[in-house]
């Protein structure tokens, strides 16, 4: 029994000596999200990969989101989260929520998990040297749920003009895992809410990262929500776009496929959908030959 255990661990590390290899040196975007985010285990799991991943040789780079935390922050404070067409309305004393639940809540407990790990992190906002320079979104157009298209103004909610990726650089040339808060800065120094896949999708362009690493709550682009059989284990950009306009992928996995298209489109040489629920996730899509989620290539 013994010998049998000794041996498929040694199974395991030959099949993931040629992707250590592989992927040496390169950088690797990780968006923490969905479960991984709202579970003790989870994000511990999650974190522990995330160290495993610098260990041996690659330079992991950490966004995260915090959506369900924030709108549970503004319930104690007796404020009501306001959604038009899932996206949240944010004005000032939202925005200053959210920049105390991102900044001053979750990034700190993730960068804390990863220095417990035994990893060297720094947290960030997008903020902090200008890292994400950014502008007012202004009007934007929603559909609604029945169908109808609304013209509302989500207030301080912006989209990413430039990515200063020497900060990223600088971190990571120095050895520390970036972990970075989806805000935003404009012209004239006010704090915007950005969203967490673009910001992701974003730097791990900029960077020119290797891969893309979007953790949610299911296991990957499925054609059929209700049946996990259906996982969509490899696809094309191209293939993703027909899926869109089919109507095969709908709701909130639209943005994350967005973000992944967008990525690969530009410079990031592949992007993955995962569950960031199951144990090690992160690891058992990279280092095995047919991993556990979805993968998105040109």
């Given at each position: 029994?013994?010998?049998?255990?000794?041996?498929?661990?040694?199974?395991?590390?030959?099949?993931?000596?040629?992707?250590?290899?592989?992927?040496?040196?390169?950088?690797?975007m990780i968006k923490y999200g969905?479960?991984?985010?709202?579970?003790e285990h989870a994000m511990s799991?999650?974190?522990?990969?995330?160290?495993?991943?610098?260990?041996?040789?690659?330079?992991?780079?950490?966004?995260?989101?915090?959506?369900?935390?924030?709108?549970?922050?503004?319930?104690?404070?007796?404020?009501?989260?306001?959604?038009?067409?899932?996206?949240?309305?944010?004005?000032?004393?939202?925005?200053?929520?959210?920049?105390?639940?991102?900044?001053?809540?979750?990034?700190?407990?993730?960068?804390?998990?990863?220095?417990?790990?035994?990893?060297?992190?720094?947290?960030?906002?997008?903020?902090?040297?200008?890292?994400?320079?950014?502008?007012?979104?202004?009007?934007?157009?929603?559909?609604?749920?029945?169908?109808?298209?609304?013209?509302?103004?989500?207030?301080?909610?912006?989209?990413?003009?430039?990515?200063?990726?020497?900060?990223?650089?600088?971190?990571?040339?120095?050895?520390?895992?970036?972990?970075?808060?989806?805000?935003?800065?404009?012209?004239?120094?006010?704090?915007?809410?950005?969203?967490?896949?673009?910001?992701?999708?974003?730097?791990?362009?900029?960077?020119?990262?290797?891969?893309?690493?979007?953790?949610?709550?299911?296991?990957?682009?499925?054609?059929?929500?209700?049946?996990?059989?259906?996982?969509?284990?490899?696809?094309?950009?191209?293939?993703?776009?027909?899926?869109?306009?089919?109507?095969?992928?709908?709701?909130?996995?639209?943005?994350?496929?967005?973000?992944?298209?967008?990525a690969v489109e530009n410079g990031?040489?592949?992007?993955?959908?995962?569950?960031?629920?199951?144990?090690?996730?992160?690891?058992?899509?990279?280092?095995?030959?047919?991993?556990?989620?979805?993968?998105?290539?040109?």
């Amino acid at each position: 029994m013994v010998e049998q255990e000794q041996l498929e661990i040694s199974n395991v590390l030959i099949e993931a000596l040629p992707y250590i290899k592989k992927f040496h040196d390169k950088k690797i975007m990780i968006k923490y999200g969905g479960h991984a985010m709202i579970d003790e285990h989870a994000m511990s799991s999650t974190a522990r990969d995330t160290v495993l991943l610098k260990y041996v040789g690659m330079q992991p780079i950490v966004v995260h989101g915090g959506g369900p935390e924030i709108s549970r922050s503004m319930d104690k404070m007796g404020k009501e989260p306001k959604f038009i067409g899932g996206l949240r309305v944010t004005d000032k004393e939202t925005m200053e929520i959210v920049k105390m639940v991102l900044v001053g809540k979750i990034n700190t407990e993730i960068v804390s998990k990863i220095g417990l790990h035994g990893g060297k992190s720094l947290g960030i906002s997008g903020k902090d040297g200008y890292l994400l320079e950014s502008s007012r979104k202004g009007p934007t157009k929603i559909r609604h749920e029945d169908g109808e298209i609304l013209e509302v103004d989500l207030g301080y909610v912006g989209k990413i003009d430039k990515v200063n990726r020497k900060i990223v650089d600088d971190l990571t040339d120095n050895n520390y895992i970036p972990v970075i808060s989806p805000i935003g800065i404009d012209k004239d120094g006010n704090t915007l809410n950005l969203n967490a896949d673009t910001v992701a999708g974003s730097i791990a362009s900029s960077v020119d990262a290797e891969k893309l690493i979007v953790l949610t709550d299911v296991p990957g682009i499925l054609t059929d929500p209700d049946d996990p059989d259906s996982l969509i284990r490899r696809i094309r950009t191209d293939e993703l776009k027909e899926l869109i306009r089919e109507g095969v992928i709908t709701g909130g996995m639209i943005p994350k496929v967005e973000t992944c298209i967008n990525a690969v489109e530009n410079g990031v040489k592949t992007a993955h959908i995962l569950d960031g629920r199951l144990n090690h996730s992160i690891l058992l899509e990279i280092f095995t030959k047919h991993g556990i989620g979805t993968m998105v290539r040109e």
